[in-house]
């Protein structure tokens, strides 16, 4: 996969299908809801002085409430992420003089060479 030299604003914004997320970004944050109902049970119990892991069925409910609210929260983030994508991309549709198309610089380019000061 090679960049293109021209930085295309609309381009940043559309997804082609070449970006791929990770193995973990579909399934982080379900695990991450139930480990925090499965934790927030156990400070319940710590909290009324019994045994951590009394109430098995207390654990169970809330790591299934923690993991639905997790892929809930996940797909409002995507709505979210994808309602403002589009919304920058039609501004930016609509005002294409703001938003010139400009070469890709590098960092060779852009940073001045480095003297220490003694």
Do not use: C
Request: proline fraction near 8%; charged fraction near 25%.
């Amino acid at each position: 996969m090679e960049a293109s030299p021209v930085n295309d604003p609309l381009e940043l914004l559309t997804n082609k299908g070449t970006r791929e997320p990770t193995f973990l970004a579909p399934i982080w944050n379900p695990i991450a809801g139930s480990v925090a109902g499965f934790g927030a049970a156990m400070f319940l119990n710590w909290g009324f002085r019994k045994p951590i892991f009394s109430g098995i069925q207390k654990h169970i409910a809330f790591t299934a409430i923690g993991g639905g609210l997790g892929v809930f929260l996940d797909k409002k983030r995507d709505e979210y992420l994808a309602k403002r994508d589009a919304v920058l991309r039609h501004y930016i549709e609509l005002h294409p003089d703001d938003f010139p198309k400009t070469n890709r610089k590098k960092y060779g380019d852009v940073l001045e060479s480095w003297v220490p000061v003694r």
